[in-house]
C-alpha cells in the first residue's frame, strides 16, 4: 500500500493530502500483509526514541532549567496593581484571552531561544 510521510511524521493516505499539508512528504510503501507489516512497525519502532529516552531528555532539560533559574535573579517588574511576580504571572496566564495567551507565548519562546544561545545549550 503507498502512503505519504510528511516531515512532521504523520503519515497521509494520498499525494493530494501530502501536497495539501505544505510539508515536505516522502513516499513509503507499507506492507499489507502480516508479517510484512510487524516488520515494517518493529522496523518504525527501532528508529524512535522510546519512552525512557523521552524522559532521560525531558530530566536534563528541566535539570538545565532550574539551574538557569537559580542562577538568574527575576526581576520584580511593577504591573498596574503592585509588583509582578511568578504567581501573578501565572495566575494571569491561566485566564489570559487566547490572543493574549499566544503573544505571551510567543514572547516566552523568543525569550527561550534567546538565553539558549547565550548559555549554549
Known sequence: MNLYLTNTGRYVG?????????????PEEVPVDKQGLIDYLNTLSEKQPHASDNDELIQELHSKIERLTNAIPVPVV??????????????YIEVAPPLQLSAI?????????????????
Not at 511593577?78 to 501565572?90: F, R, Y
Request: aromatic fraction near 2%; hydrophobic fraction near 45%; proline fraction near 2%.
Open 14 to 26: 494520498t499525494q493530494v493530502e501530502a501536497k495539501a499539508s505544505g510539508l515536505g512528504w516522502t
Open 78 to 91: 511593577a504591573g498596574d496593581s503592585g509588583p509582578l511576580n511568578q504567581a501573578a504571572v501565572e495566575k
Open 105 to 121: 507565548l510567543m514572547v516566552a519562546v523568543d525569550r527561550l531561544h534567546h538565553l539558549k544561545k547565550d548559555v549554549g545549550l
